[in-house]
């Protein structure tokens, strides 16, 4: 169950139990087949726990709430350290549908090209387009399907983990459901959760949304190229974007004309520098 909204969400079948070639064991079961390939013989474990939901059923909502959170927080501090042992920089995108992620993603997932090593998880109630989107790039991309589900959590994350070599990753962008609300809920294990704002949306969405414009240390102002023809302030909405989040770091850019986009280009750059250097003095 959602947390924020009361909806269902639909959990996964858990058939399985699996060692990996290089003797690196997963402790959970799961269901479907995969390839993860390691690179070299380390051989650490990618465990997580799970647990029984039921018995939280009849508690008081508030108890369901900071279960249901602290699940997932645990979750998400294992990916943090699947991310961090990897040295992958993560990105968890957010937004309301149609602000422009997954343009934004084709956009520079073909201008890093040769220069990183991406790949993305596509977070959708029920199509693949995002993900057929993706792939026609040329990069690694795994879709979580959430059916009724309003966001990803870091246990559906982690399984999509195992789709990819990890040790062949500079970058993970996780492109998770259109929704201003609820997915600020939920750690992924990311470095950053970015929020996706198009002009066409309205200058205040940062005020009507603040739960999510304060979980968003990054924003990317997206369609800069509308505006000749939108009424839309950029002035006003930076103000109130920085009233709920001071420290954000904002980027005004076009995913359609590229304007700005090297900005966003170099941001990410440093980010994975600092990253792979966590990962040297680690
Ligand atoms: N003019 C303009 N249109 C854009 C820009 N970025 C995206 N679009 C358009 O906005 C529409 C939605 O873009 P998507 O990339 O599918 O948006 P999304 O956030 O991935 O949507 P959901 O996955 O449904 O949440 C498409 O028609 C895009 O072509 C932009 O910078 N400028
Ligand atoms: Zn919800
Ligand atoms: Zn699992
Ligand atoms: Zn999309
Ligand atoms: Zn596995
Ligand atoms: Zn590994």
Same mark, same amino acid.
């Given at each position: 169950m959602c947390i924020t909204c009361g909806c269902e969400t639909t959990g996964h079948e858990h058939g399985h139990?699996?060692?990996h070639d290089d003797g690196t064991v997963h402790s959970h079961v799961h269901s479907h087949e995969h390839g993860h390939v390691h690179g070299d013989e380390h051989g650490h474990e990618h465990g997580h726990e799970h647990e029984q939901g039921d018995a939280s059923v009849s508690r008081a909502r508030m108890t369901v709430e900071t279960d249901i959170l602290a699940r997932n927080d645990r979750l998400a501090a294992a990916n943090r350290a699947i991310f961090a042992q990897h $040295? =992958?920089?993560?990105l968890n995108l957010v937004s309301s549908p149609g602000s422009g992620k997954t343009t934004l993603l084709e956009r520079t997932l073909k201008d890093l090209a040769g220069r990183f090593r991406c790949a993305v998880i596509e977070g959708d109630q029920q199509t693949d387009n995002d993900a057929v989107r993706i792939a026609a790039t040329? %990069?690694? %991309?795994?879709? =979580?399907n959430t059916g009724t589900g309003c966001h990803l959590d870091a246990h559906m994350v982690r399984h999509a983990l195992d789709h990819f070599d990890l040790h062949q990753l500079d970058i993970l962008?996780? @492109?998770? %459901? $259109?929704n201003l609300v609820c997915p600020a809920s939920f750690d992924l294990g990311e470095h950053h959760k970015a929020v996706v704002l198009s002009v066409t949306e $309205? @200058?205040? &969405?940062p005020l009507k949304y603040p739960q999510m414009f304060h979980a968003a240390d990054v924003m990317l102002l997206n369609k800069v190229d509308l505006?000749?023809?939108v009424e839309f302030s950029v002035e006003r909405c930076l103000e109130m974007a920085r009233r709920v989040r001071p420290d954000a770091t904002i980027f005004e850019v076009s995913a359609r004309s590229g304007a700005?986009?090297?900005?966003?280009?170099a941001w990410l750059a440093a980010g994975v520098a600092g990253t792979r250097n966590? %990962? &040297?003095k680690g």
């Open positions: 139990q699996h060692r $040295g =992958i920089f993560v040329g %990069v690694p %991309v795994r879709q =979580i962008l996780i @492109e998770n %459901v $259109g $309205g @200058e205040d &969405k505006l000749p023809h700005g986009m090297d900005a966003w280009y966590a %990962v &040297k």
